[in-house]
């Protein structure tokens, strides 16, 4: 059974349709891709995957579970956890209690345990930070826990967002143009990064439009042109595709997408 | 012993109003910190003062259980109109718990039992300054508790994006009617112990120019830290008097301060994090010398 299936999916926004019977079974322990030129729709993916907006027809299931209806921070707590294409971290707060915000629903001490600082919050509390500490060293920012998220760089930002992502303990983690932005070596590590994620065993769904980079990272690929799925498969068999090329580079051209 | 006898007898009412002020400051800042900019907190603090007072006042209740009542009071109005007007952000918000203060206002105005346009009179002086100090630790306390918690980083991460907060698995609504309610309940005590030392209270004194006033002790002094309200109510408190010869323009004076913070000391005049940078500047110009 795959993670999350994505099925008869249509969404419009006033008489603008974003999507059109859109199907995407996502599986667990992989790296799955949605590509395709901008304006496809992919976001709007990942907006009602998350619970941002209702989708017009069609239905979302996680695990099995319909997530018609379910509130955006009941889905991340379900095991849905993404990060943004425009960096979104807590600029005024520190890398550790950026990630700390992750751990919010997993910290359940009460009101009272709190202000009097019961040994059950110490605990909890600590079980946390170090918790923060570890998935902070995953992605080799431990070193600067205590400082400012906004004197990250932009490369650094995009791996806080990571360790962010992962510490609310997802099964799922869907991550929007990972690279935007990046030169070619940044692209590398970030690359390694999630590769590395994939083999702890969480799910990866990502969205991009770096052909390259998608080809060499993902499991699956599916393909996303005008709001519709035009193809879906392993990166060699997308690569060669002749829906994809046209999408990609216009009709009659024999060029291949690299 | 004297000098302190005859200093008490003459500034012991500027003391109350020194620790008072701190705690509708502090009231303010539980607010913002959620990135809740409300005008509603002068309200919250009038709806404590005259239920508290009519409390003391009519049925004769006990000070502690008066005060418990100025507590709840605005806690409930704070839930119910919390849950509307919270879906609204920024200067929508202010707008509109704006208007709230200003039909509160005009309500204890109006209304027979809270003796309308005259006021309350001959309210029983039962704070004492144990009081205020006591009430002003324990507010400071748990504040300083809630943000080292998941309910403070929850607050922060609120303020700072409030999409990336619901998606990490915050019910930003919840949180923010907790932010909203938890400031009306320290006005409100605020208020009620304001009521019990100046004996007499109007509705005059909870409208605009109340909101505003705390509005600016709280941006003045920083909203970085809970020693930024506190520093300045007190300053805000004291200046009137230290500056008496400009009487008249009080408010003018408070405007020209607000203006003057936000362009040029944005984060107030408490700012933990620039006095660090301050600090490691200075550390790295020593260190660079031969």
């Not at chain 2, 509160?104 to 704070?127: F, K, S």
Request: hydrophobic share 50%.
């Amino acid at each position: 059974m795959s993670l999350l299936s994505i099925r008869g999916i249509g969404k419009h926004f006033g008489g603008l349709q974003v999507l059109e019977d859109v199907n995407i079974e996502v599986p667990g322990g992989a790296i799955f891709a949605l590509i395709g030129p901008n304006g496809a729709g992919k976001t709007t993916v990942f907006n009602l995957v998350t619970g941002l907006i209702k989708p017009s027809s069609g239905s979302i299931a996680f695990e099995g579970r319909d997530l018609a209806g379910v509130p955006p921070h009941q889905i991340t707590r379900l095991g849905i956890a993404r990060t943004f294409q425009n960096i979104r971290i807590f600029p005024d707060m520190t890398l550790l209690e950026n990630v700390m915000v992750g751990r919010h629903h997993l910290l359940n001490y009460g009101g009272l345990a709190l202000l009097f600082a019961t040994p059950a919050f110490r605990e909890a509390e600590r079980r946390s930070r170090e918790r923060a500490l570890e998935l902070l060293s995953w992605v080799k920012l431990d070193h600067k826990a205590d400082a400012t998220a906004d004197n990250l760089s932009y490369g650094e930002q995009r791996k806080l967002e990571f360790a962010r992502a992962l510490a609310t303990e997802p099964k799922l983690l869907l991550l929007d143009e990972p690279v935007a932005g990046m030169n070619p070596s940044e692209k590398a590590v970030l690359m390694e990064e999630i590769r590395n994620i994939r083999d702890r065993g969480y799910g990866v769904f990502l969205i991009e439009h770096d052909m390259r980079f998608v080809m060499n990272l993902c499991d699956r690929v599916a393909v996303l042109n005008f709001g519709r799925i035009i193809a879906e498969g392993p990166p060699d068999e997308i690569r060669t595709h002749p829906d994809v090329i046209e999408a990609y580079l216009g009709r009659g051209d024999e060029a291949e997408v690299s | 012993m004297a000098a302190f006898a005859d200093f008490w007898a003459t500034y012991s009412t500027l003391v109350y109003s020194v620790g008072i002020h701190a705690l509708l400051a502090l009231s303010l800042w539980l607010t913002l910190s959620c990135g809740l900019l409300s005008l509603a907190n002068a309200a919250f603090m009038g709806i404590g003062a005259y239920t508290a007072a009519l409390l003391t006042l009519n049925l004769h209740w006990p000070f502690p259980a008066a005060l418990l009542g100025g507590a709840v009071a605005p806690a409930v109005v704070a839930l119910i109109i919390g849950a509307p007007t919270l879906r609204l952000s920024g200067v929508y918000l202010a707008m509109a718990t704006l208007a709230f203060g200003e039909v509160t206002r005009i309500l204890i105005l109006n209304l027979q039992i809270t003796g309308g346009p005259e006021g309350l009179n001959g309210i029983p002086l039962l704070t004492t300054g144990w009081h205020i100090v006591v009430i002003l630790a324990v507010a400071g306390y748990g504040l300083a508790r809630i943000r080292r918690s998941r309910l403070g980083r929850a607050f922060e991460a609120i303020r700072e994006d409030e999409v990336a907060a619901r998606l990490m698995g915050i019910n930003v609504e919840s949180h923010k009617l907790a932010a909203f309610t938890l400031g009306a309940v320290l006005a409100g005590v605020a208020g009620a112990l304001n009521a019990h030392f100046t004996f007499f209270i109007s509705p005059r004194e909870y409208g605009f120019e109340n909101a505003v006033d705390i509005l600016t002790m709280t941006i003045l002094g920083g909203t970085t830290s809970l020693i930024g309200p506190v520093l300045g109510a007190t300053i805000l408190t004291l200046l009137p008097e230290l500056m008496r010869f400009l009487h008249a323009y009080r408010l003018a004076v408070n405007g020209l301060i607000l203006v003057v913070v936000v362009l040029f000391l944005p984060t107030g005049l408490w700012d933990a994090r620039r006095f660090r940078q301050l600090l490691k500047n200075r550390r790295a110009r020593k260190g660079g010398q031969p």
